[in-house]
């Protein structure tokens, strides 16, 4: 198995951009993809892969991948972008798949 | 359009079992591979199980391994989780979601979920 690290919590002034990350060895192997989470909702699919959009994603997401780091960056944040947001891949034996702890996003 | 339906949650003492249903639509379910993701009240997500679109191919976080089995009927577009000697810990909002073509753990659409409390 294999662990994905995440901060528990970023904020970002409206209108400014913001990079979430996700840390693990996994993901020298494998790319990976990010969710967003709203209160009392299920999670959305925003990127995946090697920075894909999901139908329907605002193009202000985008995603990149640095040896054993992937980020999602937010490119001017909107209000609406407050949401926790989760990284998971698959974990070293590939057939097992991990989440992050997840990130708090607040937007001020 | 694409919809995941969950069912089967509820109350239930440590030891005992249920059994969860995914019932799919709107997609040709018979393709694709279907996992189970739950999260823990107040907590983040955790990967339970997955079962390949075929139904030959499944795997599970090794906390439920021997507990859970999950299985599908491509006949009634359904997945299963026969969830057994259920623990406080399995407590959580459980998911099913559907999976994107390919290796990735890619998953396009997700139900809303159905709770299962485990507790004397």
């Known amino acids: 198995s294999s662990d994905l690290t995440q901060d528990p919590a970023v904020s970002v002034a409206l209108g400014q951009t913001v990079r979430i990350t996700c840390q693990g060895d996994?993901?020298?192997?494998?790319?990976t993809s990010w969710y967003q989470q709203k209160p009392g909702q299920a999670p959305v699919l925003v990127i995946y892969?090697?920075?894909n959009r999901p139908s329907g994603i605002p193009d202000r997401f985008s995603g990149s991948d640095s040896g054993n780091t992937a980020s999602l960056t937010i490119t001017g944040a909107q209000a609406e972008d407050e949401a926790d947001y989760y990284c998971?891949?698959?974990?070293?034996?590939?057939?097992?798949?991990?989440f992050g702890g997840g990130t708090k996003l607040t937007v001020l | 359009q694409v919809r995941l339906v969950e069912s089967g949650g509820g109350v239930v003492q440590p030891g005992r079992s249920l059994r969860l249903s995914c019932a799919a639509s709107?997609?040709?379910?018979?393709?694709?591979?279907i996992h189970w993701v739950r999260q823990a009240p107040g907590k983040g997500l955790e990967w339970v199980a997955d079962?390949?679109?075929?139904?030959?191919?499944?795997y599970y976080i090794d906390s439920v391994k021997g507990r859970f089995t999950i299985s599908r009927d491509n006949s009634k577009n359904t997945v299963y989780l026969q969830m057994n000697s259920l623990r406080p810990e399995d407590t959580s909002l459980y998911y099913c979601?559907?999976?994107?073509?390919?290796?990735?753990?890619?998953?396009?659409?997700w139900g809303q979920g159905t709770l299962v409390t485990v507790s004397s």
């Open positions: 979601a559907k999976q994107l073509p390919g290796r990735g753990s890619y998953y396009d659409y």
């Open positions: 709107g997609f040709t379910f018979s393709s694709y591979a």
């Open positions: 079962i390949s679109y075929d139904g030959r191919n499944k």
């Open positions: 996994t993901l020298r192997s494998y790319y």
């Open positions: 892969g090697k920075n």
């Open positions: 998971n891949s698959r974990d070293s034996s590939g057939n097992h798949v991990v």
